[in-house]
């Protein structure tokens, strides 16, 4: 299967910790996307990179949360001091380029705090 | 800003029925339209796209037409199956842009 690749499915922290989500694009993207969707919520567009740049991470909030995106290896979603608030189904989407070319969307990881 | 406003769910319905889930635009020019579908503890799965005014988008026996001048992109089927059960999101986004900008989703179940 070589479509874009989560993990983990699913993430339990306690507040306070980190939580690390994991996105393997399709073959051949190299353009990645994440969006986190709230309970009862459409997706929310969080951050846009590209292999070792961030290119737009408008939706970010501006602290405890980070994205990188290596040159080798997956891109990473880092929450540092979780709370409450951050539960939710955080989703990765890779596409060929940029510009409005077809996202092709994981799984997703649900990250629940407790 | 711009945001896409979906009928709210959830619906129920039996085999056979015939779907619509509305779905309202509200930018400034003329974005891409979006359907996607979201099975149970899946991800997102594009269902059908259109690009401008009149383009109908179709798949899996679903349609959505790009009405302008309602700017509008409900979403049809006329006869849905009980592995149509799914949420379904109405999207938008403007060419040379990345961001899709989504709905809140209705939850369609259908009944055997």
């Known amino acids: 299967n070589a479509g874009v690749m989560q993990n983990p499915r699913h993430l339990v922290r306690r507040r306070g910790q980190e939580a690390r989500l994991r996105c393997s694009p399709m073959?051949?993207?190299?353009?990645v996307y994440w969006y986190r969707q709230l309970p009862e919520e459409g997706l929310k567009f969080m951050v846009y990179?590209?292999?070792?740049?961030?290119?737009?991470e408008s939706g970010m909030p501006k602290e405890r949360f980070s994205a990188e995106f290596p040159k080798e290896g997956p891109s990473i979603l880092r929450i540092q001091q979780v709370v409450r608030g951050d539960s939710a189904a955080y989703f990765c989407?890779?596409?060929?380029?940029?510009?409005?070319?077809?996202?092709?969307f994981g799984d997703g990881t649900r990250l629940s705090i407790l | 800003g711009d945001s896409v406003t979906q009928m709210e769910g959830p619906v129920t319905l039996s085999e056979e029925a015939f779907l619509t889930i509305n779905c309202t635009y509200t930018a400034t020019g003329y974005p891409s339209l979006f359907w996607y579908v979201q099975y149970p503890g899946e991800g997102l799965q594009l269902l059908l796209k259109?690009?401008?005014?009149?383009d109908k988008g179709s798949n899996k026996g679903f349609e959505a037409t790009y009405r302008k001048e309602t700017t509008s992109f409900h979403l049809e089927k006329g006869s849905v199956q009980v592995s149509d059960s799914a949420v379904y999101f109405c999207?938008?986004?403007?060419?040379?842009?990345?961001?899709?900008?989504f709905g809140a989703g209705t939850t369609v179940t259908v009944r055997a």
């Open positions: 999207a938008l986004m403007f060419r040379d842009d990345y961001k899709l900008s």
């Open positions: 990179l590209q292999k070792e740049n961030i290119i737009d």
């Open positions: 073959k051949g993207h190299s353009h």
């Open positions: 989407a890779s596409s060929p380029g940029g510009g409005d070319q077809p996202q092709h």
């Open positions: 259109a690009t401008k005014a009149d």
